[in-house]
């Protein structure tokens, strides 16, 4: 078995649609940067994190920014995305948004899994073993 997947750089360049009217990427675009690095991530482990007939699925618990640094239309950035906790039933994630070397933003995402079946509550579980095998946490940095 390959070795387990701890994270995962996304490059992109910031789209017309994701600035506000002082030309900044809008603060909300960070959520999607780094939702959008959590399924690569998934891909890059040979997972999914959404299949439509699966009982198990992955909301948020917790997810939050802190700005350092704007960002601007056709910018070249990275974003990088490790876990930093692999819980029994939640996957912590830590995230660094950079332009050049440059700190942009860091935040961080809980997901918890959880099972839903039809006519029944959703109930949060242990992260299944194929799921956890193909992750591996790392240490978080200071």
Request: aromatic letters at 10%; glycine letters at 6%; one cysteine or more.
């Amino acid at each position: 078995m390959p070795e387990p997947v701890s994270g995962f750089v996304l490059r992109r360049r910031v789209q017309f649609r994701e600035t506000d009217a002082a030309g900044l990427v809008h603060f909300s675009c960070f959520f999607n940067y780094m939702e959008e690095a959590e399924h690569a991530l998934w891909r890059s482990a040979g997972l999914t994190i959404f299949e439509r007939e699966a009982e198990v699925h992955w909301p948020r618990l917790a997810c939050g920014f802190e700005y350092h640094a704007p960002l601007r239309f056709e910018e070249e950035f990275e974003v990088h995305l490790c876990i930093v906790e692999l819980g029994e039933r939640t996957i912590r994630y830590a995230c660094h948004v950079r332009r050049d070397g440059t700190k942009i933003a860091t935040g961080q995402l809980t997901a918890v899994c959880v099972i839903k079946r039809p006519g029944e509550p959703i109930r949060s579980t242990p992260i299944p073993p194929e799921i956890r095998e193909r992750f591996a946490a790392v240490e978080a940095a200071a």
